[in-house]
């Protein structure tokens, strides 16, 4: 959830720290400069996918799940490629895998990868 007088990049960054970056190892100096590479990325904007209403199990009449969905893509994997994930807060587990149109997500996050991976293909296109 993005607080009040926050921005969506901040709060992305955040998360994925919480979630993605549990323990990082290799002391605090590496710590610092994963984080400040993630942070480097997150405040550039990334490509906007997706705003608005979402299609959920928990969705009621009287309340819905609304989301932002945004790609920030690491070019030529040197910060996210180089980032060695563990679990951490509330998540179970964690793992880069490659993208794929058919794979098996909750609820619409399936439209938010098909989405984002035709922009992607786009851009590759185009050079």
Known sequence: MVDAGDTVGRTL????GEEALASIEGGAAKAEAIKASVDRIFKSGGT?????????PRNT????METTAV????EDGKTF??????????AGDVAWVEA????????????????TLSVRIAEYQKK
């Not at 906007?48 to 959920?56: K, L, M, P, Q, S």
């Not at 790609?71 to 690491?74: K, R, S, T």
């Not at 794929?100 to 989405?115: G, N, P, T, W, Y």
């Open 61 to 64: 009449d009287n309340a819905w």
């Open 13 to 16: 960054s955040k998360e994925f």
């Open 100 to 115: 794929k149109q058919d794979m098996e997500l909750f609820a619409s996050h399936i439209d938010f990868v098909r989405k």
């Open 48 to 56: 906007h996918i997706y705003e608005g209403y979402v299609d959920d």
């Open 81 to 90: 490629g180089e980032i060695p994930l563990e679990a951490g807060d509330d």
């Open 71 to 74: 790609n920030f893509h690491d």
